[in-house]
C-alpha cells in the first residue's frame, strides 16, 4: 500500500486538475478524485504498465466523472458572471469583459467534441498536448491539430465579419 500512497501523492494533482478543467468546480473536482482514486485500488490489478499511470488514472477520473454526470443527468453550468472581470477599472469595461467572457464560455460549451474536451482539458486544466493525447488516446499532434481546429472555429463563431 505504499507504493499506492506514493502512487497518490504525485498524481492527485493531475487528476485533480484534469476533473476541475472538466467541472469547472473544485469541490465537485475533489470529490471525483477521491472516487478516482477509490476505483484505481479496486482496479490497480488491471494496470498493465503499458503508458504513464497518470494517464490511466485520467482515464479513470474521466469514466467516473462519466458515471456522475450520467447519475445526475445534468449539463454544467456555466461560471457565474462575478468570476470575470472583477479587477477592471470602469464598470464599462467590466461589463465589456464579462460579455466578451461568457460569450467565449458558451462559444467553448458548444464546441463539438474531441475539441471541446481538448479545449477544456488545455485551457482550465493547464495540461500539455501530449498529456491531452495520453488521456484520450491519441497522439500529441492530435491533440494540437483538433485543439487549433477548435480554437479557429470559436474565433469564427466570435468573429463572423472577419
Request: proline share 3%; with cysteine.
Amino acid at each position: 500500500m505504499a507504493d499506492f500512497d506514493r502512487i497518490y501523492r504525485q498524481n492527485a494533482d493531475i487528476v485533480f486538475r484534469f476533473l476541475l478543467s472538466m467541472t469547472g468546480s473544485a469541490d465537485l473536482a475533489e470529490e471525483l478524485t477521491q472516487e478516482t482514486f477509490y476505483q484505481a485500488v479496486k482496479s490497480i490489478g488491471r494496470y498493465q504498465g503499458n503508458g504513464k499511470i497518470s494517464s490511466w488514472l485520467c482515464g479513470i477520473a474521466r469514466n467516473v466523472l462519466l458515471a456522475y454526470r450520467r447519475k445526475a443527468r445534468r449539463e454544467e453550468p456555466l461560471p457565474e458572471e462575478e468570476d470575470f472581470g472583477q479587477y477592471l477599472p470602469s464598470a464599462e469595461e467590466t461589463f465589456l469583459r464579462k460579455e466578451e467572457a461568457a460569450a467565449v464560455l458558451e462559444a467553448i460549451r458548444r464546441a463539438r467534441e474531441p475539441g471541446r474536451e481538448i479545449l477544456r482539458l488545455r485551457i482550465f486544466g493547464g495540461l500539455s498536448f501530449q498529456q491531452i493525447g495520453d488521456i484520450l488516446g491519441h497522439t500529441e499532434t492530435w491533440a494540437r491539430v483538433n485543439y487549433y481546429r477548435a480554437k479557429q472555429m470559436i474565433v469564427k463563431e466570435l468573429k463572423p465579419d472577419e
